[in-house]
């Protein structure tokens, strides 16, 4: 059984959650990888008129939240097993960090979830926003080497640019998201283009992220220098 590593020594803008709640999220693991897959099955079931709309190849880039929460599963799982993936732990550190937050600023900033009160985007948004903050633990056991941070950005920013501005097969691939763009082929509303702007800012602010924890574990002396 793998045991809890110490805590780093790093700033708090790279660590925001306290020690105490990293430290009861990994006793808790596998209490963790349960309710992930339950939203991951919740996501799928979301995303199955978008996916039957869209090409069968273009697939793996139409249901992204529920892809970032089974990789968060696969992570947890590699390391409580003892099989370290450090692109399986990057891929899952940007994919929650990023479409946790998304989906927090559409509802706040398209959907206008504080004016509406609506319980549906509610849901949405606190769910949302512990994907994102459950991203913070993966640091703990992870290494963020600097080939799997590669792989994180190329399958993050690819994922934008077909999204929202160079669709590679059939039509633009971003969630169908709020009143203000019920076509996903209307792309004249400002509502995309905040959705993109949020997308693109934060695969950069994870990126960062990644490389300013694995930075900062080399000065500690806690990473190995070797990727």
Known sequence: MASIPPADDLPTYLTPLPDRVEEMALRLAWVVVAVNLAGTVFGFWYYRFQLLNTQLVMWPVVPDSPLATLLMVASLVSWKVGKNRSWVHALAFVGNLKYG???????????????????????????????????????????FTLPAVGVATAWFGFNDIVDYFLPIVGDYHHTYFGPKLVNAGDHSVRAHDVAAAAAVSLTILATFLALAIRIRRLENGLASEVD
């Open 101 to 143: 937050l998304w989906v927090v600023v559409v509802q706040i900033a398209i959907n206008d979830v504080f004016a509406t009160g609506d319980p549906y985007h509610w849901f949405l948004l606190v769910s949302h926003l512990g994907m994102g903050l459950q991203a913070f633990v993966i640091h703990r056991y992870a290494e």
